[in-house]
């Protein structure tokens, strides 16, 4: 899509819902870990630490990570972007969180990804996406998880292809990477196929990386982790200066697959 297909009045009600809260998630191959976009703590490093950390076990252990990552805003810690990452799933009940300010802005965020880039994840992917997935608590959340409900505003050729966590994995071993915390219900619903990780907030990405390695062992041809937020805290290493220094409102014309433009369709 471009300018001339988009409605100003998408534009406008984007802007002014999102713009001020929202960042576009800044990827700079000298300041931004090429994985995940977190901010590197000297420039020339090509990861983060903790996507060191995950390559290097991925390596050892003959797992496939995940293809790429997308951001759809980078949240902060003490920012509304980053309350609004926690409010929209504090709320017991669908009817009290649909009211909510931080559901609504989450909502508009994933459809607008949904109406006018999702275009753009497949060109830039060898295959279609047509298969999404959440990834499970692993403290046993009762119910279905919040963010299955934000998962209506992706495309609908995006067929759900559910994971389900392993029992009694230890606490002080979650946050980690291991495929094993997952089984993929229907490996055969996923094997050869783009399956798209749909994730909240990346802090460290150990959950999203070792859904997307558990799709890749169940024999998914590509795995994408879209994640609805970035989140930096400003109390590590250099993340200050880069969120005070690169601040960018967020704008519905910002590709999150390629920035810069978003990738013309084959
Ligand atoms: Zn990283
Ligand atoms: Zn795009």
């Not at 471009?2 to 999102?18: C, E, F, M």
């Not at 219900?185 to 990346?202: I, L």
């Not at 990405?205 to 989140?231: K, P, Y």
Request: proline residues 8%.
């Amino acid at each position: 899509m471009n300018d001339a297909t988009s409605p100003a009045s998408l534009h406008d009600l984007l802007q002014g819902r999102l713009g001020s809260v929202m960042r576009i998630p800044v990827r700079d191959s000298r300041l931004t870990c090429r994985v995940c976009l977190g901010p590197l703590s000297r420039p020339g490093l090509a990861m983060c630490w903790q996507c060191r950390r995950h390559a290097l076990r991925a390596g050892r252990d003959g797992w496939r990570l995940a293809d790429r990552v997308i951001a759809l805003t980078h949240s902060v810690d003490g920012e509304q972007s980053n309350v609004d990452m926690h409010r929209y799933k504090a709320l017991a009940s669908d009817e009290e969180r649909f009211t909510t300010d931080a559901w609504q802005r989450l909502s508009l965020l994933v459809a607008a990804f949904g109406l006018r880039h999702a275009v753009c994840l497949d060109a830039a992917s060898r295959l279609p996406v047509s298969r999404v997935t959440t990834v499970p608590s692993l403290r046993g959340r009762p119910g279905p998880h919040p963010l299955a409900a934000l998962t209506a505003h992706l495309p609908r050729a995006w067929r759900p292809a559910p994971l389900v966590p392993a029992l009694h994995v230890p606490e002080q071993v979650r946050r980690l990477l291991d495929p094993r915390h997952f089984t993929v219900t229907d490996p055969g619903g996923v094997a050869g196929r783009h399956v798209c990780v749909f994730e909240d907030t990346w802090v460290r990405g150990g959950h999203a990386q070792s859904a997307a390695a558990a799709l890749h062992a169940a024999g998914a041809a590509e795995v994408t982790i879209l994640a609805i937020a970035r989140r930096l805290a400003p109390s590590y290493a250099q993340n200050r200066a880069f969120i005070e220094d690169r601040r960018q409102d967020y704008a519905l014309d910002h590709c999150p697959v390629s920035p810069g433009s978003c990738p013309a369709p084959d």
